[in-house]
């Protein structure tokens, strides 16, 4: 349920995230890589399984890039439940330790 309290231009950071997403490809490609050439096996593992967590994470970034906006509620659609006046009202009170 919507508070209320969201921008009405929120956007989501899959752009950064994409980049980033690219950034760690070439940095984790490159680490295995040159792991494997330097005869680190254990470090080469390491970074082509880092490798496959990015790539996995690259295919879902583009792939809710190419989704495009999702539904949002209309105006008609209120932000928050209305108040119902059959609940007593009560105010917050002092903090214990205070």
Request: net charge neutral.
């Given at each position: 349920m919507r508070t209320g309290s969201e921008p009405v231009t929120a956007r989501s950071a899959l752009r950064m995230r994409f980049w980033l997403s690219v950034w760690g490809l070439i940095w984790s490609t490159a680490g295995?890589?040159?792991?494997?050439?330097a005869g680190y096996p254990g470090?080469?593992?390491?970074?082509?399984?880092?490798?496959?967590?990015?790539?996995?994470?690259?295919?879902?970034?583009?792939?809710?890039?190419?989704?495009g906006p999702h539904y949002q509620p209309g105006?008609?659609?209120?932000?928050?439940?209305?108040v119902h006046e059959d609940r007593p009202h009560r105010r917050p009170g002092p903090r214990p330790g205070a």
């Open positions: 295995t890589v040159g792991f494997a050439l470090w080469a593992a390491v970074c082509g399984a880092v490798l496959l967590i990015v790539i996995v994470d690259l295919v879902i970034v583009v792939r809710h890039i190419r989704q105006r008609d659609i209120p932000p928050y439940e209305p």
